[in-house]
């Protein structure tokens, strides 16, 4: 593809992406009316609120781990400021708006093509980022479903009426790809290019960083549930799992409805129907809301100083 066409094609792809973010935050308030927000927020003890976002800060610190990791996996390098950048951009655009495979695919190749990193190698990033994202999901789900194998509401309708069988098979796909991280050696051959499957320190890597990152995003929510919560951090780190499983599988944006029901059905029984809505509505502010903003303020500047060198140009 020519030069002045690739800059044309990244300079839509920018304005498209700002679109999509002005889209994503007019559907949060449309929602949730802002109003709602910020009250919920303002309820909540400024010591806990000090938590979340502290430890959503974290959380998109470990998210970068993603990308490096990746970057290791195919043994090549970029500044890390430059793969913190991409992958926060792309992490607040994916987790808000979903449909991860089409949003942080796009920004990662936006941003690691202006940085020539070719093709395929962005090809095998993207990959590698999405499949580390379910090892963490599928390694800590695991663990939790098997201790602490709390009920599946029957409005669900799974085959299963507690969640250990899932941290059975969870926990069973974990230690098939460990395995096969230890044991298989010879690259795969597609197209005359090589894909190889990650050694077993980056195998193990990819689980650490990413069941961190589920951790961490639990923590945020639990952090803002009211201080009379009768839950311990692990009893409710399993019914996140859950939420967010059922969430992602439905593929609606941020698990936005199907994320809230689900924690409803488990957590009304136990805390006000409201006070959850309420910690609920401050988690989407704070884990997803702040960092989209952040993100679209990051994009733009890029897009404007991106214009200003190919007006020089």
Same mark, same amino acid.
């Given at each position: 593809?020519?030069?002045?066409?690739?800059?044309?094609?990244?300079?839509?792809?920018?304005?498209?992406?700002?679109?999509?973010?002005?889209?994503?935050?007019?559907?949060?308030?449309?929602?949730?009316?802002?109003?709602?927000?910020?009250?919920?927020?303002?309820?909540?003890?400024?010591?806990?609120?000090?938590?979340?976002?502290?430890?959503?800060?974290?959380?998109?610190?470990?998210?970068?781990?993603?990308?490096?990791?990746?970057?290791?996996?195919?043994?090549?390098?970029?500044?890390?400021?430059? =793969?913190? /950048?991409?992958?926060? %951009?792309? &992490? *607040?655009?994916?987790?808000?708006?979903?449909? !991860?495979? @089409?949003?942080?695919?796009?920004?990662?190749?936006?941003?690691?093509?202006?940085?020539?990193?070719?093709?395929?190698?962005?090809?095998?990033?993207?990959?590698?980022?999405?499949?580390?994202?379910?090892?963490?999901?599928?390694?800590?789900?695991?663990?939790?479903?098997?201790?602490?194998?709390?009920?599946?509401?029957?409005?669900?309708?799974?085959?299963?009426?507690?969640?250990?069988?899932?941290?059975?098979?969870?926990?069973?796909?974990?230690?098939?790809?460990?395995?096969?991280?230890?044991?298989?050696?010879?690259?795969?051959?597609?197209?005359?290019?090589?894909?190889?499957?990650?050694?077993?320190? =980056?195998? /193990?890597?990819?689980? %650490?960083? &990413? *069941?961190?990152?589920?951790?961490?995003?639990? !923590?945020? @929510?639990?952090?803002?549930?009211?201080?009379?919560?009768?839950?311990?951090?692990?009893?409710?780190?399993?019914?996140?799992?859950?939420?967010?499983?059922?969430?992602?599988?439905?593929?609606?944006?941020?698990?936005?409805?199907?994320?809230?029901?689900?924690?409803?059905?488990?957590?009304?029984?136990?805390?006000?129907?409201?006070?959850?809505?309420?910690?609920?509505?401050?988690?989407?502010?704070?884990?997803?809301?702040?960092?989209?903003?952040?993100?679209?303020?990051?994009?733009?500047?890029?897009?404007?100083?991106?214009?200003?060198?190919?007006?020089?140009?």
């Amino acid at each position: 593809m020519p030069k002045k066409l690739q800059l044309e094609f990244s300079s839509i792809f920018g304005l498209l992406l700002l679109v999509l973010s002005i889209w994503a935050i007019a559907n949060e308030l449309r929602e949730y009316n802002y109003h709602d927000i910020f009250n919920a927020i303002a309820a909540i003890p400024q010591q806990r609120l000090a938590w979340a976002i502290g430890l959503t800060v974290f959380g998109y610190i470990v998210m970068a781990g993603y990308d490096i990791l990746g970057f290791a996996y195919i043994n090549r390098s970029l500044h890390w400021q430059k =793969i913190a /950048l991409t992958n926060f %951009i792309s &992490s *607040s655009f994916s987790n808000t708006i979903g449909f !991860a495979l @089409l949003t942080g695919s796009a920004i990662r190749y936006r941003f690691y093509s202006k940085w020539q990193v070719s093709r395929i190698a962005i090809a095998q990033i993207i990959a590698f980022v999405n499949f580390t994202f379910w090892l963490g999901m599928f390694t800590v789900a695991g663990l939790i479903f098997l201790i602490h194998p709390l009920k599946i509401p029957t409005q669900l309708h799974l085959p299963f009426t507690t969640v250990r069988p899932l941290g059975v098979i969870f926990l069973c796909l974990i230690l098939i790809y460990l395995i096969a991280s230890f044991t298989i050696k010879q690259p795969l051959i597609i197209r005359n290019h090589e894909f190889r499957f990650p050694s077993f320190p =980056i195998s /193990l890597m990819q689980i %650490i960083i &990413s *069941s961190l990152d589920w951790m961490f995003a639990a !923590a945020v @929510l639990y952090a803002l549930l009211p201080t009379y919560t009768p839950l311990a951090y692990l009893d409710f780190l399993g019914i996140y799992l859950l939420a967010m499983f059922a969430g992602i599988v439905s593929n609606v944006p941020g698990g936005l409805g199907v994320f809230e029901t689900v924690i409803l059905l488990i957590l009304s029984a136990k805390i006000s129907a409201v006070a959850v809505l309420g910690s609920m509505l401050a988690y989407r502010g704070v884990y997803y809301f702040l960092p989209l903003l952040l993100a679209t303020g990051l994009l733009t500047f890029d897009e404007i100083g991106g214009g200003r060198r190919q007006e020089a140009e």
